[in-house]
C-alpha cells in the first residue's frame, strides 16, 4: 500500500529544524530504524539546505515542496523548487580525505539514500528524488 | 543553538548546546573568529550538549581549524556525543581534530 505526505516550507534556513523534525516523525511512523531515521533526517536537511543555497541563490522568499512516500519496498523523499536548475553531474562533493570547509552535505545525503536523482521531466527549477530500499543494508 | 563563552581556569571554552544547522552556524562562526581572531594559544569547544550538527556547522570547524593552525594555535573538541562523533567520523575529521573526552583532559594535554 502507498502512503504518502505533502508539506510546502518557506526557503528560510530557521524552517530546517522543522524539516528534521517532520522527517523524524515520519520515519518512525513508517517503522524505519532510528540510526537510519537520523541518518534520513541530516540527508533531507542538506538536501533542503542545498536548495537554499543553490538553487534559490540564499533567497528566503521561494517555496520548498517536501513529498514523503512510503511504500512496501521503499522510502521515498522527493524536493521540489523552482530555482536554477542543478546539473547532477557537476555535484559530486569534495573527496573526504581533502578536509576543508564545504562539500560535504552531498556525502551525508548519498550514504543512506540508495537512489540520489534529478527527476528531468520536472520543467522549471528541480525535483531531486531520493529512494531508500527497506530492508537493504546501508 | 545556544552559546556560551566560559573563561575555565583561564581557558577560552565555547559551550554549544542544541542544534547547529545552516540557520544556527553563522552565529557560531562569528562567535568562535572573535575569540581566535585574538589568537588564543587554544580554544576549547565542548559539544556535550549538542543534538544535532550538519555540514555547515562542521564547515565552521574546519575553517576556525585552518585559522587557528594559521598562527600555530589549538582547537580542541571535548565531550562529544557518540552521533556527533560517528559524524565526524564519516567526515575523518576525527583525524584532524583534537578530542578529548573532558574539557580537563583537553585542558591537561
Not at chain 1, 27 to 33: D, P, R, S, V
Not at chain 2, 22 to 47: C, F, H, Q, W
Request: with cysteine; net charge neutral.
Amino acid at each position: 500500500m502507498k502512503d504518502g505526505l505533502t508539506v510546502s516550507f518557506p526557503s528560510h534556513p530557521k524552517y530546517l529544524s522543522v524539516v528534521r523534525a517532520l522527517t523524524g516523525k515520519i520515519a518512525n511512523i513508517y517503522g524505519l530504524e532510528e540510526t537510519l531515521s537520523e541518518d534520513i533526517k541530516l540527508a533531507v536537511d542538506e538536501a533542503c539546505a542545498n536548495v537554499i543555497k543553490h538553487a534559490y541563490k540564499g533567497d528566503t522568499k521561494k517555496k520548498i515542496i517536501l513529498k514523503y512516500i512510503n511504500t512496501q519496498e521503499k522510502f521515498t523523499v522527493i524536493i521540489e523548487d523552482s530555482g536554477v536548475r542543478a546539473d547532477l553531474r557537476s555535484i559530486q562533493g569534495r573527496d573526504l580525505e581533502d578536509i576543508r570547509p564545504g562539500g560535504l552535505g552531498v556525502h551525508f545525503i548519498r550514504r543512506v539514500f540508495d537512489v540520489f536523482t534529478f527527476d528531468e521531466k520536472k520543467a522549471k527549477g528541480n525535483r531531486l528524488v531520493l529512494v531508500k530500499y527497506h530492508g537493504k543494508a546501508e | 543553538m545556544n552559546i556560551e563563552v566560559i573563561d575555565y581556569k583561564g581557558r577560552k571554552v565555547l559551550a554549544l548546546s542544541g542544534e547547529i544547522d545552516m540557520y544556527s552556524s553563522p552565529e557560531l562562526r562569528t562567535e568562535m573568529m572573535n575569540i581566535i581572531g585574538e589568537k588564543v594559544s587554544a580554544l576549547y569547544i565542548d559539544l556535550g550538549k549538542v543534538s544535532y550538527i550538519d555540514s555547515s556547522g562542521i564547515a565552521t570547524f574546519v575553517e576556525g581549524l585552518k585559522y587557528v593552525k594559521s598562527y600555530g594555535g589549538r582547537l580542541q573538541f571535548c565531550s562529544i556525543p557518540g552521533g556527533i562523533m560517528e559524524i565526524f567520523r564519516f567526515s575523518k575529521l576525527d583525524r584532524v581534530f583534537e578530542i578529548f573526552g573532558t574539557l580537563d583532559d583537553a585542558i591537561g594535554s
